[in-house]
């Protein structure tokens, strides 16, 4: 409530047309707060009909938020609690704040009721978290460009999927493309490499904040080359830099897989030997997440698809039809590969040689096995992200900074699961 920046109603419900284009007083603050019209998002039958809009904290929200050009309004720091923004109670935890707003409406006189409702609420696969959507600064990739040359080289054959089921998958991922975005709030990564200038004296936005300036931005491969661009946009003036503290998205450090290893950007003997390669073989479920990423980097840093053939294998899922996973634990055991498995598991063994290519087969076992006490790491590339970001994607082309990202607030998680909308 205290983020909210509008009421909105229904355009056809005759309750609220008389207050069409009107406003509301927010009661804590006195904020002239508009009275929306959105068939979109609004449900008339379903309670008062008037919904009031966070476009900061919801999702939904912020969709509706920028169909009328709504201000976002955050109301939490990173650590859950509510920050200069939550007036009076400020300084107060995400849960015990629900608990204080009614009890202050109450006293003045303002609480109508409560009433339980059932609704999604999203928790963190790690630490079981509930996640609190806020506003973070982020870097996007225009991946227009890209996926069209993903789409050109399946119909020219230059890549052939197999099986060509998936070839409408791969076409109705690349058609509805949306812009990528490739910075994460985590501790292990290729780093960004984006730095912000700040002047000496100066009382600047800082970064990673609503205030921050775009033109402060400068991407290098090395700190003395962002240093050089620094003194050639402010001359005569003493400037420090801040390197972002975010790092680059798992599936873009993935995507340059093919040629990084081969010694790129340098023009290796490897490189020339064996990229591209003849064959990928993969699972369906990251056709889009790691092979089309893969190809539209490949063509766009070398300007040749990766690899001429995608061979996607089937899957194998657990009763519960999950695909196996380290994280969730439910996968093969490996001390039945040391000591030997029963016969009804080597029935399953045996059906896993006989599925049929591309479709998903769910394996029923005895008992689960318990969640894994580790998580899976990826192995360093030997090439650093930033060739790909600051050579072919500079930040007047293809990169972009805009600022909306959902990610969980708690102290004890110790990865970032995120949530992500375009803006």
Same mark, same amino acid.
Request: proline residues 6%.
């Given at each position: ?5 509008? *009421?909105?109603?229904?355009?056809? %419900? ?10 509301? *007083? ?12 959105? /068939?979109? &998002? ?14 900061? #904290?919801?999702?939904?929200? @912020?969709?509706?938020?920028? =169909? #009328? ?12 609690k509510m920050n200069a923004n939550g007036g009076q109670f400020a300084g107060q935890p995400r849960f015990t704040v629900r608990k204080t707003v009614v009890q202050w409406l109450d006293s003045k006189g303002l609480l109508r009721g409560t009433q339980d409702n059932e609704m999604s609420v999203p928790f963190c696969s790690r630490s079981k978290d509930i996640i609190e959507p806020v506003l973070k600064p982020q870097w996007w990739v225009n991946c227009q460009g890209m996926a069209q040359d993903g789409i050109k080289a399946a119909q020219d054959g230059s890549l052939?999927?197999?099986?060509? %089921? ?11 493309? =949306?812009?990528?975005?490739?910075? =994460?709030?985590?501790?292990?990564? #290729?780093?960004?490499?984006? @730095? ?35 003194? $050639?946009?402010?001359?005569?003036? $003493? ?13 873009? +450090? +993935? ?15 490897? &490189?020339?030997?064996? @990229?591209?390669? /003849?064959?990928?073989?993969?699972? #369906? ?6 092979? /089309? ?11 040749? *698809?990766?690899?001429?053939? *995608? ?11 999950? $695909? ?8 093969? %055991? ?22 049929? &290519? ?12 318990? &969640? ?13 992200? +930033?060739? /790909?970001? +600051? ?33």
């Amino acid at each position: 409530m205290l983020g909210d920046t509008a *009421v909105a109603v229904h355009p056809d %419900d005759n309750r609220y047309k008389h207050l069409h284009g009107m406003f509301v *007083v927010h009661p804590m603050d006195g904020r002239k707060v508009p009275i929306i019209q959105d /068939a979109e &998002l609004v449900d008339m039958s379903f309670g008062t009909g008037a919904v009031k809009i966070t476009p900061a #904290h919801d999702p939904n929200d @912020y969709a509706t938020g920028k =169909r #009328h050009n709504l201000q976002c309004i955050n109301i939490l720091d990173d650590d859950g609690k509510m920050n200069a923004n939550g007036g009076q109670f400020a300084g107060q935890p995400r849960f015990t704040v629900r608990k204080t707003v009614v009890q202050w409406l109450d006293s003045k006189g303002l609480l109508r009721g409560t009433q339980d409702n059932e609704m999604s609420v999203p928790f963190c696969s790690r630490s079981k978290d509930i996640i609190e959507p806020v506003l973070k600064p982020q870097w996007w990739v225009n991946c227009q460009g890209m996926a069209q040359d993903g789409i050109k080289a399946a119909q020219d054959g230059s890549l052939e999927i197999i099986p060509s %089921d998936f070839e409408a998958t791969w076409y109705r991922w690349l058609e509805n493309i =949306r812009d990528w975005c490739v910075s =994460r709030q985590l501790w292990w990564g #290729h780093r960004i490499p984006a @730095y912000y200038i700040s002047l000496e004296g100066e009382k600047a936005g800082a970064a990673g904040t609503q205030y921050e300036q775009m033109d402060r931005w400068v991407v290098a491969k090395e700190i003395e080359q962002a240093q050089d661009e620094a003194q $050639k946009r402010f001359p005569g003036k $003493k400037v420090t830099l801040s390197q972002d503290e975010d790092v680059l998205d798992t599936w873009f +450090s +993935s995507g340059l897989w093919p040629f990084s290893t081969m010694g790129w950007p340098n023009q290796t003997p490897d &490189l020339a030997q064996f @990229y591209p390669g /003849a064959l990928l073989e993969t699972g #369906h479920d990251i056709l889009f997440f790691w092979v /089309a990423r893969m190809v539209m980097m490949g063509i766009k840093l070398t300007g040749k *698809v990766p690899f001429k053939q *995608v061979y996607l294998h089937s899957m194998v899922r657990d009763a519960h039809g999950r $695909k196996m996973s380290k994280s969730l634990g439910n996968v093969i %055991d490996p001390l039945h590969v040391i000591e030997g498995i029963s016969l009804e598991l080597q029935d399953c063994s045996k059906l896993l040689m006989e599925t049929e &290519l591309g479709v998903d087969l769910s394996l029923q076992c005895r008992y689960s096995w318990p &969640l894994m006490p580790f998580m899976p790491c990826m192995p360093f590339m030997p090439i650093s992200a +930033s060739e /790909a970001l +600051s050579t072919t994607f500079g930040p007047t082309e293809t990169i972009t900074r805009t600022a909306v990202i959902l990610t969980p607030i708690t102290a004890a998680a110790t990865t970032t699961m995120v949530m992500v909308i375009t803006k």
